[in-house]
């Protein structure tokens, strides 16, 4: 009886594959003539804001854009630990609107990280977000950016958050990157 009773308190600290965690909602804008058209053709082709993509939160190093998939090496220092991964994300988008509200298009877009590292692979699946954009004028489009991540077959409560903080800390580079490489389409 008291075994039962141990596991129904250690059960909701188990987290499952696939479990989604939500993340900040991020409202960005571009000023560019058919920025709109501009997004689309650049999350379709990404190697360009891929290659403009600066990771932080470690030292980064060996990092390699192919088409839709950008892979680095992160090393990050705890004290007087180091620990070294590789991050390998493939990206993947197709257009949808239903998250989005009325009169916005949207973009799903995702980042599969089942070819990093085990540390990496083990606690995060992958990086989802919703893009809805719009055009306000025919030189300006604003949007939101709806991200999630889905936790790994084999989260850690100790070393997941600091995983799920990593991946998370990217996304306003990322974003940076695909404006950039929008207001420099001709």
Known sequence: MKTAIVLLFLLPLHSFAGQRVELPSFEFEVNALGAKEKLEDALLNPDGFLERFKPTGATISDK??????????????????SKSVYVNGKLQVKKDSRNCLANFSGYNVSLKFDSSDDL????VQSLVADFCVKNVTDKKMVGFIYPRIFLGENYSSVVGPKVINLIKIQLPNLITAITEEISLMK
């Open 120 to 123: 990496i692979s083990d606690n």
């Open 64 to 81: 390699k854009v192919f088409s839709n998939e950008v892979s680095f090496v992160a090393t990050k220092s705890y004290l007087f630990l």
